[in-house]
């Protein structure tokens, strides 16, 4: 038997979600990005290990993308945009977070709001990486050529600077509204292009 439950949060609740994503970022201050990236993935393994609600399992997935923005070479972000994504990872590499990860079925919980949250305010970044593993898939097929190892080339640079280009006058635009998606190699809700992933659904 299961059941579904729905919550809602409201602004003191998320109030209280955003000041622990602002003490986690100090609590990472001074830590490489290489390390925030390996805390990240290091949660994504760990959850592997663990039988999940299928609502934390697809937010996972959707951090596993936000991971792939940062390691994807072929999509090398802008550092201001970068550091915009790494900020929102430094929560997954604070330990002391809301919620330890090892309680049982709920330990995930703050990391899957945590996530939701930071979905909506890196929409854009997200659309446009979406976009852009789309293109390098189709054209990757289209050339004959593995999408695993194309590294920078000038047709995915120049389209990888239009997507850019779309994402900064939508963010702009939208500035001051909303809350950001993630790597891995498939999604239970949709078909996902090739990106560099580290979690995979079981």
Same mark, same amino acid.
């Given at each position: 038997?299961?059941?579904?439950? /729905?919550?809602?949060?409201?602004?003191?609740?998320?109030?209280? *979600?955003?000041?622990?994503? %602002?003490?986690?970022?100090?609590?990472?201050?001074?830590?490489?990005?290489?390390?925030?990236?390996?805390?990240?993935?290091? #949660?994504?393994?760990? $959850?592997?290990?663990?039988?999940?609600?299928?609502?934390?399992?697809?937010?996972?997935?959707?951090?596993?993308? +936000?991971?792939? +923005?940062? !390691?994807?070479?072929?999509?090398? +972000?802008? %550092?201001?945009? !970068?550091?915009?994504?790494?900020?929102?990872?430094?929560? *997954?590499?604070?330990? /002391?977070?809301?919620?330890?990860? =090892?309680?049982?079925?709920?330990?995930? #919980?703050?990391?899957?709001?945590?996530?939701?949250?930071?979905?909506? %305010?890196?929409?854009?970044?997200?659309? $446009?990486?979406?976009? &852009?593993?789309?293109?390098?898939? !189709?054209?990757? $097929?289209?050339?004959?050529?593995?999408?695993?190892?194309? =590294?920078?080339?000038?047709?995915?640079?120049?389209?990888?600077?239009? #997507?850019?280009? !779309? +994402?900064?006058?939508?963010?702009?635009?939208? &500035?001051?509204?909303?809350?950001?998606?993630?790597?891995?190699?498939?999604?239970?809700?949709?078909?996902? $292009?090739?990106?560099? =992933?580290? *979690?995979?659904?079981?």
């Amino acid at each position: 038997m299961s059941i579904t439950l /729905n919550f809602e949060l409201n602004d003191h609740d998320l109030a209280h *979600f955003q000041a622990a994503a %602002e003490r986690s970022r100090k609590a990472v201050e001074g830590k490489s990005a290489e390390e925030i990236v390996a805390a990240a993935v290091a #949660l994504l393994d760990d $959850a592997q290990k663990t039988a999940l609600p299928d609502f934390i399992r697809e937010r996972l997935l959707r951090l596993d993308d +936000m991971i792939a +923005m940062i !390691r994807d070479t072929a999509w090398a +972000m802008p %550092e201001a945009d !970068r550091q915009r994504v790494l900020s929102a990872l430094a929560y *997954f590499a604070d330990p /002391n977070d809301i919620i330890p990860d =090892g309680v049982q079925v709920l330990g995930f #919980l703050d990391d899957a709001v945590m996530i939701e949250l930071s979905v909506r %305010e890196l929409a854009h970044e997200l659309d $446009a990486y979406d976009d &852009f593993c789309d293109y390098r898939a !189709r054209e990757a $097929a289209r050339r004959g050529a593995d999408p695993a190892t194309l =590294g920078r080339t000038d047709w995915l640079d120049s389209r990888r600077e239009e #997507l850019v280009e !779309r +994402m900064h006058t939508r963010r702009e635009r939208d &500035f001051g509204v909303g809350y950001g998606r993630s790597s891995g190699y498939g999604r239970t809700s949709y078909v996902r $292009a090739w990106r560099p =992933g580290v *979690f995979s659904v079981r």
